[in-house]
């Protein structure tokens, strides 16, 4: 079983930055293809960022040059580094984990990660 606890969600006006972290719990965690997700009310779940299977990084396209996705291993913590936010990138953010690969499902389907965290929230005001 993994268990993932998302920290670092607040509210920032539009320019601003947050760091989210993601504590993952497992002693194999740098064999987790991990990503971040979001969620704004009445959309769908998002893939923001992620490792992938074999730790290449990814970005939806909203977000590149603006976010950046790392890891500690030896903390067994995910990052997010988001910076020049802007009020569309206000949602619910959550750190995913796929134990043993995606099963064929893209970095960004969400159906491809079997453990997620209870998320953090991310408000963006202009």
């Known amino acids: 079983q993994v268990q993932l606890v998302e920290f670092g969600g607040g509210s920032v006006q539009s320019g601003g930055s947050l760091r989210l972290s993601c504590a993952a719990s497992?002693?194999?965690?740098?064999?987790?293809?991990m990503g971040w997700f979001r969620q704004a009310p009445g959309n769908e779940r998002e893939g923001v960022a992620a490792?992938?299977?074999?730790?290449?990084?990814r970005y939806v396209g909203s977000v590149k040059g603006r976010f950046t996705i790392s890891r500690d291993n030896a903390k067994n913590t995910l990052y997010l580094q988001m910076n020049s936010l802007k009020p569309e990138d206000t949602a619910m953010y959550y750190c995913?984990?796929?134990?043993?690969?995606?099963?064929?499902?893209?970095?960004?389907?969400?159906?491809?990660?079997?453990?997620w965290g209870q998320g953090t929230q991310v408000t963006v005001s202009s």
């Open positions: 995913a984990a796929a134990v043993s690969g995606r099963r064929g499902r893209a970095w960004y389907d969400p159906w491809g990660y079997n453990f």
């Open positions: 490792f992938d299977c074999d730790a290449t990084t």
């Open positions: 497992g002693s194999t965690y740098n064999s987790y293809c």
